[in-house]
């Protein structure tokens, strides 16, 4: 009996969370009846609906904000004369004077506003799960609008985040790039959560965000947020550092036909016979998306092809037996392809509401680095399917996403297996085979979410929500657990939320939110986040916060179970703890099983428009992390002669040994110490004139404190990230013959980075991008980018004899500069250099 008292008393705690929200959703809505409703739709002198506008009441604390369709509702307004006040961050402001509100009724009031070319502000979703301007927003929020992704070349959204402040961004091919915020990144980082059009985007296998996988191409994006810091409150775990937001573009509000065609040169194009061919185009890529209305029915559908040849380089792993040389890597192919495909159907129902089914699919080839080395991507499929209903106060949704690793495998494993005498009568592909990747990660996600406004209560605005979620993944009986068990493995996992958002008086609000999860494998998790904001105009607001966020072990870190990851070697999971040994059965140390990792950060922030023409964000924060994760990391070498150790699992006892039951190297994860981060994040955006826009960023972090647990390796210390950082660009529009154009200047400072065998100092950088293109026709545009023009390193970085946490990269300090100068951006991948690129839209 004693055995059933912890899972009731979890289901209490579980049966309480959604108790507690009963209240929120049960306030009474006649409260809204004692007086009046204003409602209406805000657009642009096209009639196109601008999203973010501010309705604001005079005189009252009723205020809304308007939706992606423009629209605006604001109910429970006292009955009376008023004057209406509508502002979208970046125009010119219109008063309506004498509106008429009567009790239980409707006014209707639609306004037209002047929108400029460029604009400094705007509105966000992502910090509160609802449309906000961005002053308002409690959070670090950048917004990069379907406007400005529209005037960048290339395949992805991705190098519009170089711009992104708090966001560390490091390129590392011709399409591939990776971001983090806040500290401790990772060959392979997780820290951040991406989200597609409210969708979950990570890869189930690996807990990775889905990246370049995504299937929504360029140009069918409509926007892209990044939220800096703790987002678990209303995200869930994994948004222990940030939150990506993607939101595909509405048939309705984008209609027609757009095509893309870009191509470039990276001046290292691999010719057929591996060899160099200065000057080739390298890169093409054809977008095409086409999107309507038929009645009450949206429509839209989108392709991409993209292929490459990239940067490439060429890595050393560890010698194998007879041989004392270090093993070449072998294999490697450098062509690089992503196609993507999607579609939806939307139906519009009068009173606003919309249902909406999409989907879409990608397969990507490439090169990616890991914790070991690198892998290679062949064919890697991703796919995802949608079904959400939105209405003024509704949102649900249900989702599946599933990825497929193809016939990827491990570049170091089949360097280092091709070489051994065990696999000398193989063939390459059966050795591939042996160094493979297989994998198949399902996610089932379901969610539904209310709000409402509470006259009644203060005005309160009420977000609360739940979702469940399924992950089911097979490594096809090869480096997981199922290996063992013969049976998938499965992960459940149940959260629920709330946020109000309260008017204390007509320039303070007051933001409490909490959410409540319950996973599988661990002890329910509490996420509150609290916030006063303070805005002395309508323009600007003082807030300071608190935001507690957790983010759960991956099944990588719980579940790995890889005896012959490569000669020698074999990499485990830590959901049941480890024990280490030495040669004479003795305990020399015991890793306790990976629990959630915790981040506790306290942020003061300031966002403002001064007149008109400067566009303020900056924010100091402090955060506390306790049991932050390890990356991959050796636990216990038998082969270490008098200092052998071994390792085996705590709960079974069974020692970690491959399948002939010969030792290995053990690696593992496990939770590290307490660190302490403090650090500020400084953005503007400044109005030369209506054309030209001056933007800004910096950051700059410190590691306060830490303090490791007895044992903990030299990971346990390291920041992986740049203490400094800035950025500063130029934007111009609609100048003398339709010209536009544009540079970004980006550095960073250097810093040490040591994660799984990666170990070494990446370079300072310094470099300049711009772009200039020319509108032809009213539906035609030429760009032309140049990225990495010219370029600044600290340093050079040399790799070790052969790649091996032990063995640090050679730095050699020294400022060089030149136009075109290669530099890397993350240690073992390729430097890159100076990349041209040309593309031709066209809207229709």
Known sequence: MSHCVPRLARLGRRAFALLALVPLLALPRVAAAQGGTLAGTVTDSAKVPLPGAQVTVVGTRFAGTS??????????????????????????????????????????????????????????????????????????????????????????????LKEVKGVDFFQTGIAAAGINARGFNSAFNNRMLQMEDGRIAVLPENGLPVGVFTTIPKIDIAGVEVLVGPGAALYGPDASNGVVTLQSKDPRQYRGLTMELSAGTNNSRLARF???????????????RYAGVKGKLGYKVTGEVLQ?????????????????????????????????????????????????????????????????GRNQLRDWGYWNQQLRFTSDHWFAQAYATRSLSGQTFA??????????????ALSDDSVKKLSGFPADGRLYAAEVQYNRTLPGLFNTRVIAGGQLRRDVVSSKRVWLEDAITGDDLSLQQMGVYAQTETPLNGTTKLVLGARYDNPEFYDPQLSPKAAILVSPDENSTFRLTFNRAFKSPTILQTSFYFRDFSPGVGVFGNRDGITVRNATGAVVRTLDPVVPEVNNTFELGYKGVVDDKLFLDIAGYVARYESFLSPLVVVANPFGGAAATFASNTRTGTKYTNAAGADQIALTYFNLGKATLSGIDAGLRYLVSPRVTFSGTMSMMRLDSIIPKPGDPPEATALNSPTFKATAGLDMRDGPWGTFGGFTFRHFKDYQFLSGVHNGRIPGFAGLDFNIGRRISSTTVLNVQFQNTFVCTSGTTTPPVFLNAALPAAHAKGWGCGFGRRHIELLNMPAIGSMVFVGLRVDR
């Open 411 to 424: 570049l170091n494993g089949f360097s280092t297996n091709r070489l051994s005498p065990r696999f000398a």
């Open 67 to 160: 939706g992606v369709d423009g629209r605006y509702r604001i109910v429970g307004i006292p009955a009376g004369s008023y004057t209406v006040r509508v502002q979208r961050l970046g125009t010119a402001a219109r008063n309506v004077p004498n509106v008429t509100i009567t009790a239980g009724g409707e006014a209707r009031l639609d306004v037209t506003l002047s929108v400029t070319a460029l604009q400094l502000g705007g509105y966000v979703v992502s910090a509160s799960r609802r449309i906000e301007k961005i002053t308002d927003a409690p959070a670090t929020v950048t917004r990069i609008d379907a406007e400005q992704i529209k005037y960048s070349v290339g395949n992805s959204f991705v190098a519009a």
């Open 308 to 372: 490459g040849y990239d940067w490439r380089n060429t890595n050393n792993y560890a010698a194998v037996a007879p041989r004392t040389i270090p093993s070449p890597e072998l294999g490697a192919d450098w062509f690089t392809s992503y196609r993507r495909a999607g579609g939806a159907l939307v139906y519009y129902f009068d009173n606003g509401a919309r249902l909406e089914y999409q989907g879409g699919a990608s397969v990507s080839n490439g090169v990616g680095v890991t914790s070991a």
């Open 274 to 288: 591996m060899e160099d061919s200065p000057g080739a185009v390298s890169m093409t890529d054809f977008q095409i």
